[in-house]
């Protein structure tokens, strides 16, 4: 089982969480125009790249693949992350933390699921309670950037009230849990289009901002390409 250590930021207060992960599970497809989702479906299917017959899409993970580390190693340099919000449940409330599920896209265009277990997930160590911002969630801005050389690139910018709404994200992840609950359930949501399609860098930074409140969690990693091996 993995062990998150996170802050609960509240009320200008800041508490320790201990978050032990039971279940972690991936988002795909989550856009609220549904109709305008399997559109782009039929297009990448058309291009031979492989894709869920139903959305939204949802991919179970490996527990242990969940991190709030600095850096995180991968295979080849044809990977990226993707900015996505994350659902925490346990202890009878919802945590939101900022986070990216990040994939070999070498392999997503052979099979999505296996795509998402060869990379971790990254989380900010910093967390929202859901129900402090529910009132104000859709105007809540999900941004990312590609941080390649030294240089930050806008890479990902959308409103949350452009995806599913959390409780029906969460709602259609239940239908496909079959046994042991929700109980230190994490949740990725899904993520939004990047700007200008599909990029690849050393960095990436995923931000939740709510400008209502005038805060923001903040996830930051390096990626390292494994080349001190050599396989031949």
Not at 26 to 31: C, L, Q, V
Not at 55 to 80: M, N, W
């Amino acid at each position: 089982m993995a062990t998150l250590t996170l802050t609960l930021v509240r009320e200008g207060r800041s508490e320790p969480v201990i978050f032990e992960v039971r279940r972690l599970v991936n988002g795909g497809f989550t856009s609220r125009d549904q109709p305008g989702a399997r559109k782009h479906i039929e297009e990448l299917k058309a291009k031979g790249i492989t894709c869920p017959d139903e959305i939204p899409a949802f991919y179970p993970k490996s527990r242990e693949l969940i991190t709030t580390a600095d850096e995180i190693e991968v295979l080849g340099d044809q990977t990226s992350g993707e900015a996505e919000f994350a659902l925490l449940i346990g202890g009878g409330r919802t945590l939101v933390a900022v986070g990216s599920d990040h994939t070999d896209r070498e392999l997503e265009a052979l099979t999505i699921p296996k795509s998402k277990m060869v990379c971790p997930n990254v989380v900010s160590r910093e967390v929202w309670d859901l129900q402090d911002v529910r009132q104000h969630w859709d105007s809540l801005l999900l941004r990312s950037y590609m941080l390649k050389g030294g240089e930050r690139t806008r890479y990902q910018e959308a409103r949350l009230g452009s995806m599913l709404p959390p409780e029906q994200i969460l709602d259609l992840a239940k239908g496909r849990i079959s046994e042991g609950g929700t109980e230190g359930l994490v949740l990725f949501s899904g993520t939004v289009a990047a700007i200008g399609g599909l990029s690849f860098g050393d960095g990436f930074e995923a931000e939740l901002v709510d400008e209502v409140w005038g805060r923001r969690l903040t996830c930051q990693y390096r990626v390292r390409p494994i080349t001190w091996f050599r396989s031949s």
